[in-house]
């Protein structure tokens, strides 16, 4: 499945620049206060609460930080599962056991990824989440998000829709990042809850 058009939006990449540039401001302290924060607000999720399996991943740069939030998943005995990048886009998953767990993977030019360093599960693996926490740099009042362009999370959507499985979709993100509208393309998939450091917002 090709979607040529999403990565060259003219809108999607100048507010991808824009939230990037953000971002990149942050200060180390910054980052982890508000990997703090927004692993208390996840966690008072309804749907983390009573879930067995999670779909995950690894923050990378200055993303919202997630390590905080993985180990908190697994002290309370849920299944975490991380996303390993395959050459086309696509994702495979691995458990995540602790930090001991994960590895750097550099994929071409691209930035180094931490991945499951365990056994691959297979891109299906995904389809028996409860919840699936994903990346991404913006979602609006829809509950739209935006994602980094790569595609490989538009695969993750509709290989949950080509299962018929539901699970709860959240994306993560920092405050200033729920933004009034982002441009979408017709495979564009809602969200149904961002958490930010102060609070979740629900959708739909």
């Known amino acids: 499945m090709k979607h040529d058009g999403r990565a060259n939006d003219p809108d999607k ?29 996840a966690l008072g999720l309804p749907e983390l609460a009573h879930a067995r399996t999670v779909a995950a991943y690894v923050s990378v740069g200055s993303e919202p930080s997630t390590l905080v939030l993985l180990d908190a998943l697994r002290a309370r005995g849920v299944r975490v599962l991380l996303p390993a990048l395959l050459p086309d886009n696509d ?12 590895t750097r993977v550099r994929h071409g030019g691209r930035m180094a990824l931490l991945e499951p360093a365990g056994e691959r599960l297979g891109p299906d693996a995904v389809t028996g989440a409860d919840a699936v926490l994903l990346p991404g ?14 595609g490989s999370y538009d695969r993750v959507l509709a290989r949950l829709e080509r299962a018929g499985a539901h699970p709860a979709l959240v994306v993560l993100l920092y405050d200033t990042e729920v933004v009034e509208r982002v441009p979408e393309q017709p495979h564009d998939r809602p969200v149904h809850a961002a958490v930010t450091p102060s609070g979740v917002r629900r959708f739909g």
């Open 13 to 41: 990449r100048v507010l991808r620049r824009e939230i990037l540039q953000a971002r990149n401001r942050l200060t180390a302290d910054d980052v982890r206060e508000a990997a703090t924060a927004l692993a208390d607000r």
């Open 137 to 150: 740099l913006a979602v609006d009042a829809r509950g739209m998000r935006l994602g980094r362009g790569g």
């Open 91 to 102: 994702l495979d998953w691995g458990a995540y056991t602790g930090e001991g767990s994960l």
